[in-house]
């Protein structure tokens, strides 16, 4: 059974950190890039940052480059998101999705522009709430 278990969310003041955990099982880790979305309160779900398994590059969104960092423990099957100078705009169910093309999609100057139909697999979900 495919399974993608985030962990790690909470209540933290702005400026706080957080570090949430994506635990995949169930399918070969190595061969899949694994991003990070959320989403707010009646907004849309968007990309956060994602790793790609076949090169270790590292993309991610605009609103959140140089203070979010996403990293991988391939022999934990585990993908992190380390969230640092945290906004109240920051507030959102964060949602891990493995891709089977292990593609990081990118707009123009590398920012990660997914599709979330590109990617197979989604876990449940965890909060995050930044209060002001």
């Known amino acids: 059974e495919v399974q993608l278990v985030e962990s790690g969310g909470g209540l933290v003041q702005a400026g706080g950190s957080l570090r949430l955990s994506c635990a995949a099982s169930?399918?070969?880790?190595?061969?899949?890039?694994i991003g990070w979305f959320r989403q707010a309160p009646g907004k849309e779900r968007e990309g956060v940052s994602c790793?790609?398994?076949?090169?270790?590059?590292?993309y991610y969104a605009d609103s959140v480059k140089g203070r979010f960092t996403i990293s991988s423990d391939n022999a934990k099957n585990t993908v992190y998101l380390q969230m640092n100078s945290l906004k109240p705009e920051d507030t959102a169910v964060y949602y891990c999705?493995?891709?089977?093309?292990?593609?990081?999609?990118?707009?123009?100057?590398?920012?990660?522009?997914?599709?979330?139909?590109?990617?197979?697999?989604w876990g449940q979900g965890t909060q995050v709430t930044v209060s002001s």
């Open positions: 169930g399918f070969t880790f190595d061969d899949y890039a």
């Open positions: 999705a493995a891709d089977h093309l292990n593609f990081c999609s990118q707009a123009m100057g590398g920012r990660f522009a997914p599709e979330l139909y590109e990617y197979d697999y």
């Open positions: 790793i790609s398994s076949s090169d270790g590059k590292t």
